[in-house]
Nanobody, 120 residues
Framework: QVQLVESGGGLVQAGGSLRLSCQAS????????MGWYRQAPGKQRDWVAS???????NYADSVKGRFTIARDNAKNTVYLQMNSLKPEDTADYYC??????????????WGQGTQVTVSS
C-alpha cells in the first residue's frame, strides 16, 4: 500500500507565496513522475506542473514563471513553490505520483488534497 500526504496549504494575500509538499510512503520500489493538479470549486481538476525522476519539469501556461516544482528522490517528496499568487490560483491542490510498488506493480496514486486560498 502507498500513501501520498500533502501539506503546506493555507490562506495568503495576492502577491504572496506558499510552498506545498507531498511525500509518498509505503511499499515503494521506485517513484517515477510526480505532479501537481488543482481543482477550483465547481470546476474540473487541471494539471499544474510535473517532474520526472530525472528532474525534467513542465508547467501549465497559467503558472509558468510563478510556480516551481522540485523533488527530493531520497525522501520520495515533491514540492510546489508558488510565488506571486493570484486570486485565480485559489483551489484544492492535489499531488499525483506514478509509483512502482515492491511487488513491481505500477500505479498512479493521489494525495488527499490541500486547500490554497488567495485573497485579493
Amino acid at each position: 500500500q502507498v500513501q501520498l500526504v500533502e501539506s503546506g496549504g493555507g490562506l495568503v494575500q495576492a502577491g504572496g507565496s506558499l510552498r506545498l509538499s507531498c511525500q509518498a510512503s509505503g511499499s515503494i520500489f521506485r517513484v517515477n513522475a510526480m505532479g501537481w493538479y488543482r481543482q477550483a470549486p465547481g470546476k474540473q481538476r487541471d494539471w499544474v506542473a510535473s517532474i520526472t525522476s530525472g528532474g525534467s519539469t513542465n508547467y501549465a501556461d497559467s503558472v509558468k514563471g510563478r510556480f516551481t516544482i522540485a523533488r527530493d528522490n531520497a525522501k520520495n517528496t515533491v514540492y510546489l513553490q508558488m510565488n506571486s499568487l493570484k486570486p485565480e490560483d485559489t483551489a484544492d491542490y492535489y499531488c499525483k505520483a506514478e509509483v512502482v510498488s515492491t511487488a513491481r506493480v505500477t500505479y498512479n496514486y493521489w494525495g488527499q488534497g490541500t486547500q490554497v486560498t488567495v485573497s485579493s
